[in-house]
């Protein structure tokens, strides 16, 4: 297992190598990079394991290392990678910067909008709402980073 590790660590962190930080954003690469070292030894059995060499093998086999990806295969990437992170998420708990500052602000401000129309004055509940969706936000992203389980 090690030497699978250390191989596919290496060929992604190579072609990863011809990316600038804006394009790994853009293609969900810096994802893909900061998970690797993180699930990894969080892994317990053998179906996870191969679960996660699967996506690890996509990843590697379609990631160009010209940096141009054809469309079709950037939407097979993409979805690829959105679903991985979905499992991350579910079975790891692990997430990425911001993750629960964007949902609880959405939450906030769509419980912000009731208590504005109880109050008679919807431009009042909306920032009310906001400022309770970013302080349950941020106190969950802090709970998160001190469990270290921020990619």
């Known amino acids: ?41 969080r892994i317990k059995d053998d179906d996870e394991m191969k ?3 699967n996506f690890i093998d996509f990843c590697v086999d379609n990631i160009p290392a010209n940096k141009e990806i054809p469309s079709n295969q950037k939407k097979l990437l993409l979805n690829k990678i959105a679903r991985y992170e979905h499992h991350v998420r579910q079975h790891y708990k692990l997430t990425y910067k911001g993750f629960y500052i964007a949902l609880f602000l959405a939450i906030g401000v769509s419980l912000g909008l009731p208590i504005g129309a109880a109050l008679g004055n919807l431009a009042l509940g909306t920032p009310i709402g906001m400022l309770i969706g970013v302080g349950i936000g941020s106190a969950l992203e802090n709970k998160a980073k001190k469990e270290n389980r921020i990619l």
Not at 19 to 27: A, F, G, P, V
Request: overall charge positive.
């Open 51 to 53: 679960v996660f060499q």
């Open 1 to 41: 297992m090690s030497d699978w590790k250390s191989e596919q660590e290496e060929r992604l962190n190579s072609l990863l190598s011809n990316y600038t930080d804006k394009e790994k954003k853009r293609y969900k690469l810096d994802f893909v990079e900061k998970m690797f070292p993180r699930v990894y030894p």
